[in-house]
Structure formats: C-alpha cells, structure tokens
C-alpha cells in the first residue's frame, strides 16, 4: 500500500515537470514602440540570423569604419617610432575620426598655430631630456590657444590650475598670470611632467596623473589590486580621464598624418615665430596702447607677444618685468632716449585742474569775514544686490571681472568653498555700488585772504635789495619787481632823484582794480612762462627742468604726440615769468636798484645750468650707448677710458664716472 502511494506521487511529479508552460508562465515580449538610434544588424554567433543589438557610440563608429581604414590606421600607429602611449583601440579609433573627418575646421586651426609653438616645446623637452612627442599634449589641452580656459579654472598652453602654478613658481596677480606666457609654462610643464614620469615609471599614467592628479592615480592603482597599468585602473578612472590617454595618441597620429589625410589647405593661414626682443620694464607705468602707437604697430601688436599681461598697461609696481617686443622696432628704439620714451607712455592720469583765481575785491577783505562758498558733502555709498546666473565656461574671476568686484568678495558674498569650480546656472549673489547726485548746499565758511603784504617792503639802496631777495621767496620777489614797473608806469612826471620806496609808499598797488595796468594781476596766464624749443629738446627734459610730469606738460600745451618742432612755443609752470615777459616801459632812471637788480636776476638765470653729475648708477636696460646720449659732452670711448672697461657690456648698480676729476 504505502509503495503504491509513493509510486504514485512520484508519477504526477513528473507530469508537472513535462508538461508545456500555461499562459501565466509566459514572459511577455518587450515592446519598445521606437527605433534606436544606436543599434545595428549584427551576426549572432550562435544564430545565422541578423538581431538587433545595442551598443555604445565607440563601438559603433568602430563598425562604421571600413575595415581597410582600420587596418591602415593601425598599421601606421603601430609603426609610430616614441616612447609615449601609441597603443591602437577602437576608443582612438573613434578620436581619429572626429580629427580627421567630423570636425576638420577644428584640426585644421591647430595645423595654422602647431609651426608657431612646436620649436619652443621641442627646445624645452630636449633640455629636460623628454620624448619630443609630448609636444602634442598641448593639443589635447588648450588647442595651441595660450589664453585657453576650461571650466575649473584651467588657463593656458598647458592648462595649469592655481595650486599647480604656485608650486612651479608662476607669478598670478591682477596684471600678469604666466600660465598664459608660452614660454614659462612650457618650461613648467617639462618639469611637471618629468616629475610624474618619475613617480610612475610609465608616460600612460604620467598623462593620465597630469589630466586626473597623482593621488587620484594612486587610490585607482590601490583598487586595481596595486597593478601601475593604465588599462588595469581604466574602470576605476573617470570618464574624462578614461578618454584623455586615446585622445593624445590619435593626436599624435592625426597630425603626423595630415597630408594624408588631406588637412592641409593653401586657404589656411599658417603661423610662424617672429624675431622679437626684450625691453625691461622696472618702477614704471607703461601703457601698452601708446607705447604700440609710437612704433606704428597696432594696438594689439604687444598683447599677442605678451599674453601673459591681462589688462593694457603695465602698473608702477612692476620690478624687472621682460617685456617681448617684435626685433623691427630695435633702431627706432635705440633712437629714442629710453627715460622721455617710458616717460611719455606712462599711463595717463586726469591732469589736476586749474585753481579758479581769487576775485580782486576778496583782497581787503577781513581774516574772519564769513562767506558762502558752495561744498558737496561725500555721498555715502550705496550698493543695489543683483544676481548673476552662471554660464557655461565661466569662473569666478571671469564673473568678479564683469561687475568690477574682486573674486573674494563673491566668495565672501555667496559662502562658496574655495578650488570648487562653479556649475552652469548657478545663481550669484553681486553687490555693486549706486552713485546718488546729492545737490550742492550753501554752508558758511572761513575764508582768509591771500598772504600779501599791503605795501611791498623794497628798499632804497643795492645792498638792502639783495639781502632783501635772499630772504624772500622768489614769486615775492616778482610781485614786487611788477608792482614796482606799474609805479614807474602810472606816474611818468617824477623826478629821477625820487627813490622807489617813496614811490611805494604813496600809492597802493595792490587794492587797485583789476581792469588798470598798475594792479596785481590776479589771471592764471601770469603764472605761465613761455618757451621756444631748441634743438635737443624733448618733452622728458624740458618737463623735469621746470618741475613737471610729461603727462601734465601735454595736457598744458594740448599735445597730442610726443614729437617736438624747433620754434615750437610751449607754455610752463614757474617763476621764471620775466624772462619771457617783453620789457616794461620805465619811465625812471635806469640806475635805480630794481632796474639793476632784474638785469642781475636775468644774467643769474641765463648762466644757470644743470651741472653734469659726476658718477651715473647704471640701471636695468642701460648700455654704454644709451648713458653717452643721456649726458651731453659724453661719448662711449670716454666712458670706457674713464672707467676701465674692456667691453660696452655694464651691469645694474653699477656706477660709471662721467668726468675726468
């Protein structure tokens, strides 16, 4: 009995595992509804029918190829004679594609720039001793663009983040950043990667530690088990970096093929170095503008030599800066003299303004007589919040730049955590400032009278007048020159016996009207002197003569150039008014003393000159050449007998005698 039960058991068991599947046992069939983009007719292996299956975009452009054009490709990869990584996959398949047939343009401009940076980055890895076919990693970086930055704040050939600058002692400030400066990044990158190369042992992981870090490497190679491959860490490597290594070789590939694969074009406008020089730039403001207009170049002539400089002068701050300047404006500037040119392409500042004079009948008023005089009192400063929403592509110092603020104070303003990059529409927070016209009031003030004297102390005999101008101020001293000449004017009908002091004495000058010869005249054209230029003169010297900047010394006479005429008239500052002056008409004697002593005054003046320094303390830029034309009298082979010198080269601090003693 109990045999029969488990006989029969053991049969309905298996029917239940014969039997065919009922309706709820069967997986419904997907329906996509759509037709993928991505997927291609692809032979099983274990069917003979055509199915379609979904793969990744490399695959697939890997499919597209012909097969001849793959094997051609890697052929030539293969046969490629470098220590860097020219391993062939489809991932670099799929980049020689996108060089050489997707986005031609785009390789075509780096074939325009590759003759202009090429030799500099194959001087500098030869000097470290590195494989010249790292030179294309500029490619894969910036595109041969100096002033190229990514969106984390990249700039540069070489793509240098902040921190990595500073650790290769690029200088980064509101003027200069030389990560954009060709040569001095090319230089720190040699270094860099010659120290990761070092590190690793293997050019795959050094290129992959410059795009990804040197700790991101090392954690990778700690989770691949500790293997310092770079396919072995490729899953443990982000996408970017995944691709960066592919990228380079098909790079390399691409443009070691170009003609064949027909890039080159007569339309493109190829790029190649120029012959340039340096200028040192030390203590002074240089704008860059001007200083191109003085040679004829265009005003971006000197940027595109210097794409380090971020903005279009140069600040008085600056200490021994190299300025690169093309070689064709080496006579004219060696025509120039180097102190009046930098003088005139100073940066230009608003000249002060001229004082409005004191009108004639403010003269006798009181010290403590009150009057209304019209003040602005300061505006406090207000700010409007705006928000900025961020683009793609910009970073902080690009957003601090647009409203005039400093790239802290976004920090400071929005929380932000330092060396994180923004995102695409991240929302800002900008505070800028709102200028409020305030009225002019009327508030009582304190005026005090100009210091005059009513009656201007001149005395009868020689003596007393000179020791009366050495203790004077010289401006005193003409006032009473002129208030003098206007006595002997209006009375014509005095004896010659009568003594200059009892002239002064009976009349008051002064507090005469404005409109009559005998007052003192109170017009700012009675503080100008003129001149008539002469030959040797130049703006930087007649404006140190006479106490000025060449900036103020143009904006007086409305200059446009620095260029001079002989006979040009020029207006200055000073007290040397007389001088220029047509002589007054004296009526007196002219054995009186002021007669006398305005003759000793002009013959003091004209015998004036500006003694020759004995020693010159030789600066940065200075040649022999250069100090001979500055010290008139002076010639090079003096200057190389008086001091010795067995060649022209002199160094800064330097100190070279001038005369014979």
Request: glycine letters at 4%; proline letters at 7%; charged letters at 20%.
């Amino acid at each position: 009995m109990k045999n029969m039960l488990v006989r029969t058991i053991a049969g309905l068991l298996l029917l239940l595992a014969f039997a065919s599947p009922t309706v709820a046992q069967i997986v419904p069939e997907q329906n996509l509804g759509y037709e993928r983009t991505d997927s291609v007719q692809l032979m099983l292996p274990d069917s003979l029918v055509a199915a379609p299956v979904l793969i990744d975009s490399v695959q697939l452009a890997w499919l597209r190829t012909p097969p001849t054009l793959r094997d051609l490709v890697a052929d030539r990869i293969g046969c490629l004679d470098t220590d860097v990584p020219h391993l062939f996959n489809n991932t670099v398949m799929s980049f020689v594609n996108y060089f050489t047939i997707n986005n031609r343009a785009y390789t075509q401009r780096i074939l325009e720039r590759e003759n202009l940076y090429f030799p500099l980055f194959e001087k500098y890895l030869a000097k470290y001793n590195l494989p010249k076919d790292l030179k294309y990693l500029a490619v894969v970086e910036s595109a041969l663009v100096p002033q190229a930055r990514s969106r984390v704040g990249a700039v540069g050939l070489w793509q240098f983040m902040g921190p990595t600058a500073n650790d290769f002692r690029l200088v980064r400030n509101d003027y200069i950043d030389e990560r954009m400066n060709p040569e001095k990044s090319t230089e720190a990158a040699c270094r860099f990667l010659r120290d990761l190369y070092r590190m690793f042992g293997d050019w795959e992981l050094a290129l992959s530690a410059y795009n990804y870090g040197s700790g991101n490497i090392m954690k990778a190679i700690r989770r691949a088990g500790g293997q310092r491959n770079f396919w072995a860490i490729y899953p443990y490597l982000p996408k970017e970096t995944r691709n960066y290594v592919p990228t380079f070789t098909a790079a390399l590939y691409t443009l070691k093929y170009a003609h064949e694969h027909g890039l080159h074009s007569d339309s493109l406008h190829y790029l190649y170095p120029e012959p340039t020089d340096t200028l040192i730039i030390s203590g002074r403001s240089l704008d860059l503008r001007k200083f191109s207009a003085q040679f004829g170049l265009d005003s971006a002539e000197i940027s595109r030599q210097n794409p380090e400089i971020k903005k279009p002068y140069l600040p008085e701050t600056m200490r021994n800066y190299r300025l690169t300047v093309p070689a064709c404006i080496r006579p004219e500037l060696a025509a120039f003299d180097r102190t009046t040119l930098l003088d005139f392409c100073k940066v230009a500042l608003p000249p002060p303004g001229l004082l409005t004079p004191r009108s004639p009948s403010l003269l006798d008023a009181a010290v403590t007589q009150p009057m209304l005089a019209a003040t602005s009192p300061k505006a406090a400063v207000r700010y409007r919040r705006l928000r900025h929403s961020v683009r793609r592509g910009e970073n902080l110092a690009a957003v601090a730049e647009q409203y005039d603020v400093t790239s802290a104070q976004l920090t400071r303003w929005n929380n932000l955590r330092r060396g994180r990059a923004l995102t695409p529409k991240q929302q800002l927070v900008v505070y800028v400032p709102i200028e409020h016209p305030i009225d002019a009031t009327l508030t009582t003030v304190a005026v005090q009278k100009l210091a005059i004297p009513h009656k201007l102390p001149l005395l009868g005999g020689k003596e007393a007048l000179a020791t009366h101008r050495t203790a004077q101020e010289p401006s005193v001293l003409i006032a009473a020159e002129k208030d003098s000449d206007a006595v002997a004017q209006a009375i014509p009908t005095a004896p010659k016996a009568t003594s200059v002091a009892r002239v002064s004495k009976e009349s008051k000058p002064i507090s005469a009207p404005l409109e009559t010869t005998t007052g003192l005249d109170t017009t700012t054209d009675s503080a100008l002197i003129s001149y008539s230029v002469r030959r040797g003169d130049n703006l930087g010297k007649l404006a140190r003569t006479h106490g000025m900047t060449t900036a103020q010394l143009m904006a007086l006479n409305h200059l446009q150039s620095g260029s001079l005429s002989i006979g040009q008239k020029l207006v200055f500052y000073g007290s040397e008014a007389e001088e220029a002056a047509p002589e007054p008409a004296v009526v007196a004697s002219s054995s009186t003393p002021v007669v006398a002593a305005r003759a000793t005054a002009k013959a003091a003046i004209k015998s004036a000159t500006v003694p020759l320094p004995k020693v010159h303390l030789v600066q940065p830029g200075d040649t022999l050449y250069n100090i001979s034309r500055r010290y008139h009298g002076v010639t090079v082979e003096q200057l190389r007998k008086l001091n010795h010198l067995k060649s022209d080269e002199v160094k800064p601090g330097q100190k070279l005698v001038l005369e014979q003693s």
